[in-house]
């Protein structure tokens, strides 16, 4: 029996004959995670000693809190299916160390152009547009080479959120370590608190809008002018959320004007954003379910497939009972197939549009193969 392809009479007999297993061995994509994962603990660990000696170590397991909190957060927000634990990671280790790098390049050049300044300019906008436009770039590398990975706004908006929380990783550890080396204890407790309690959503909250309107430009197939117009105000969005924060805790310099900015004004707006999220993630998860249910009409998987994944509960028992790795390059499939399927039909019918469709074409082909590869596993 052929592969089906959308547009084919759904039956409950119609299974994929074809049995292969496409891409890079899942135990060798196994094996490269847990080595970066590895390798940059290592490495945030030396950066730490390097700042403030032997302290430094435990300075640096105080900023793997708020870094493990905001992955948490990424974790339960949106399904590995959905955002795969390899992007989470290269999001979290751009933000960590380009994003980073970066920062510190250009602010250094710049500061070696112009005098250095310590006044509201610098706090500001220098500081918000340069660390913003470093933690974007990734997000507009994904957005370029590949579009998948970031397909919804909850998966840019997710995306957006691990880049910052990188970049706050490495950040606390630099600022918990001067303060360590300056104030002694006490000054670090003080500086904990800002940072990795009061704080720690800072940088991650400013990029999720970047991601956001990028998932959203994607999902709704734009032009290239209007996709360029939506993810520039993305990108304005989070530097102006990043300047806000910056300019309301230098101008509030007295703490008691700055508990009454904090619960007045952030709390409440964090609290607006976290809404939001959960009702983009009940929307994907609605999103999720038509597809199942128009792969399923078009013959691409088994009515009793899209009735068992569209169900909350009987989706953790197929988790429970199958190979998880299994479970999820077949929901995986679906979505980005059904993801190539609409790339295809937003494309005008005009002769030049014609290569273009080719190979949206093989790209949605390529994965009906890893579909077929474990057909049966739901």
Known sequence: MMLLSYGDTATETAVPALNIRTGIHPKVNKVVFWSVVVLGVIAAFIFGYMKAGTPGLLLTLAALVPFTALVMISLICISRASLPLGWRLAAAVWGGAGATSMTFLLIGIQNTIAVSSNQMDSVVVQAAMVEESAKALFLF?????????????????????????????????????????????????????????????????????????????????????????????????AMTVHGMWNGSASLTTVSTRWNLMYGFFWVPFVLTIAIVIIFIVRADRKRKNQELLFSSKAGVIRPRQAERMSDRKERKNVYRAKKTHEVILWERSVSVAEFWRQEKLSLPN?????????????????????????????
């Open 350 to 378: 005009k002769p030049k549009f014609e290569r273009r469709k080719s190979k949206i074409t093989q790209k949605r082909d390529k994965e009906l193969l890893r579909l077929a590869s474990v057909h049966e596993v739901v």
């Open 141 to 237: 590398m994904v957005l370029v080479f590949s579009r998948k990975h970031i397909r919804t706004p909850l998966m840019g908006a997710m995306m957006g959120l691990l880049v910052g929380a990188g970049f706050a990783f490495v950040e606390n550890i630099i600022y918990f370590s001067n303060a360590y080396l300056q104030g002694g204890s006490e000054a670090f407790w003080s500086i904990f608190l800002a940072r990795a309690v009061m704080s720690f959503f800072l940088h991650s909250l400013a990029t999720l809008f970047t991601g956001l309107f990028i998932g959203y430009a994607v999902s709704k197939q734009f032009t290239f002018w209007k996709r360029m117009l939506t993810t520039t105000t993305g990108l304005i969005a």
